[in-house]
């Protein structure tokens, strides 16, 4: 989210580098090793995300922001990873910092912020509503898959207006039900064809 606005569209690349576990056992599911997805504004502004789940490799978890002149490191390590700081330039040395955020005692962990927030709307009895935020955040989330999925440039209207149904039936899913998505007879689940299955995931 860029303000008050959420992205507009998004393409994206993914791919399965491994069929196989290193231990052969197959890998079963439908989803990529990597996903590199590009988020457009309104304003035409982007925003990239890269994500990699394949064992052994670097393991880097990080939110930088890279503008004309300068950078900063929204997130040092992991969702929150506090604190925040200003560059100038785009080396991300201390001589070239020019701020950082700074929380509030006992409001370093926003994890825990969102917790007080909801527990003292509770006992106070205000409003407290974040179900929009966290819907199109998820929403957000899938037009970047479906993107990445289908090798097609996805809109938020396309994906909010989307006739596939990602989990079939899901509003009459019981504890007895059987799963959405059924495995094929060699137990594995259909994988996405970018560029040939073109409206749906897989």
């Known amino acids: ?13 993914g791919g399965r580098h491994y069929k196989t576990a290193p231990d052969g056992t197959p890998y079963v ?12 504004f309104p304003d035409g502004s982007t925003f990239i995300m890269d994500g990699r789940c ?22 040092a390590h992991g969702d929150c990873g506090a604190p925040s700081r ?18 509030p005692p006992g409001e370093e962990n926003p994890y825990q912020n969102e917790w007080n927030d909801l527990v003292d709307a509770i006992r106070q009895d ?16 899938s037009m970047g ?25 899901v509003d009459k899913l019981t504890m007895d039900s059987p799963a959405p998505l059924q495995a094929d007879k060699d137990g594995r689940y259909p994988v996405p064809q970018p560029g040939i299955i073109k409206d749906r995931e897989y």
């Not at 200003?86 to 929380?103: L, R």
């Open 1 to 13: 989210m860029k303000g008050d606005q959420w992205p507009v569209r998004a393409q994206a690349v």
């Open 29 to 40: 599911d439908q989803n990529f090793d990597v996903y590199s997805v590009e988020y457009e």
């Open 54 to 75: 394949i064992g052994g490799c670097a393991d880097r978890y990080y939110s930088y922001a890279k503008g004309t002149k300068a950078m900063a490191i929204l997130s």
């Open 86 to 103: 200003i560059y100038k330039g785009y080396a991300p040395k201390p001589e070239n910092q020019i701020w950082q955020s700074q929380a």
């Open 126 to 141: 205000k409003p407290y509503n974040e179900a929009e935020r966290g819907a199109m955040a998820s929403l957000v989330t």
């Open 145 to 169: 898959r479906m993107a990445a999925h289908t090798g097609q440039v996805i809109t938020l209207e396309q994906i909010m207006n989307c006739p596939h149904e990602f989990a079939p039936d």
